[in-house]
């Protein structure tokens, strides 16, 4: 059975699948922080700190009563744990099995990792590790020069290696440093650690994509993961021949979603509400997606020269209306407790709209206490007349 839908309605069951803008929470704070890990089945973590880190501010944008150290106590909890998705993420500790399809193709060698295999190296790391309990990389003293691409240090290699192929895990961070620990002594002993048969991996991978996203294609559900879009397109097959899913035209093109994620576009989308996201926030994470559905051209410009840099070094795209409809690039300085809006860009559908600038400006409150700042200085707009008019707003209010 196939069905047909506006681009409207596809957009909205996107962000009602993705919970944004978020709907009323009730019930403890860290709960609702696990609950949204377990819907979105995966939080990407990332380094850059020019702001609050990633995996902070997709879930605040999920959970407004989001604290830092819900990550913290669930990691201690062990209703988390750390590990790969498409990058480095926060996964649902009940979905650990379906990790290991990863780590035993590297442990096999069926799958090549970044780093070389330094077997003498990664002997020393877990001999120490096994003796002295769970230890950092800056542990393991080096003094002569870092290697490879990445200048990394031997021990560090050796330690990530034994991380990605399911020997380490990371039980915690100190100061956002990973601290490592044998699987043996970090997994809850309840924890179902057979590995999946192929087909099951491939019906992980549709339900928890679809759970989250709405409707997709096989190469969205396989994104980064290689060697994974042909299974996981035989599978959909079977699973609409079956029933179990269905087929979706939007705009002409042709995608897969659950029968009862459909009744979804029955519920209210709060349009008013305006949501700053992070650039690596899962709805905004697959970029050719994204100009699909939302007619949105997004790059993250930190991995482009300076000199190329159309919008800013670090991007926020701003969603109001159930649209993408504006860029933010900012950091925060600390020191001051001040956010520099360093380039605010909007779309001409929303340029002189006081609706969408009413909306910001009530979010950007929220933004500033998130990232424990008490002002913000806006420095530059697209188009230039916005600058003006929001000056002339802060005054009058």
Known sequence: ?????????????????????????????????????????????????????????????????????????LLADKQVFEYW?????????????????????????????????????????????????PLMARDFEHKGDKIGEWKTRPAKRALEVLFMQGDLMVPRRSNFHKVYDLTERVLPDNVDTTPPEPEEYARYLIWRYLRANGLGRPAEMAYLLKNTKPLVATTLEDMV?????????????????????????????????????????????????????????????CYVPEAKRKY???????????????????????????????????????????AFLGAFEKELQRFLKFNNCEDFRLLKTSPAKVKRIVQKRRQQN
């Open 1 to 73: 059975m196939s069905e047909s839908l506006s681009i409207e309605q596809a957009r909205k069951l996107v962000l009602l699948s993705q919970k944004l803008p978020t709907a009323r929470q009730s019930g403890a704070a860290a709960k609702a922080t696990l609950s949204a890990i377990e819907h979105l089945g995966y939080i990407q973590i990332d380094a850059i700190s020019v702001i609050e880190r990633a995996h902070h501010h997709t879930l605040w944008n999920r959970n407004p009563r989001y604290k830092s150290a819900h990550l913290d106590q």
């Open 85 to 133: 998705s498409h990058a480095a993420a926060y996964l649902p500790m009940r979905d650990y099995r379906f990790s290991l399809v990863r780590k035993q193709a590297l442990s096999t060698g069926k799958m090549k990792h970044w780093f070389t295999v330094d077997e003498a190296m990664m002997k020393m790391v877990l001999k120490r590790i096994e003796s002295e309990g």
């Open 241 to 301: 021949s079956s029933g179990e899913l269905q087929t979706v035209r939007v705009d002409g093109d042709s995608y897969y979603a659950m029968p009862e994620s459909l009744k979804l576009l029955s519920k209210p989308l709060a349009r008013s509400k305006l949501k700053i996201l992070s650039p690596f926030d899962n709805l905004v994470i697959q970029r050719k997606r994204m100009q699909a559905l939302f007619g949105f051209d997004y790059l993250i410009e």
């Open 312 to 354: 800013g070094y670090f991007c926020l795209p701003i969603l109001w209306d159930g649209m993408l409809v504006a860029r933010m690039d900012c950091k925060v300085d600390r020191d001051n407790a001040l956010l520099l809006i360093q380039n605010l860009a909007l779309e001409s559908s929303v340029s002189g709209n006081e």
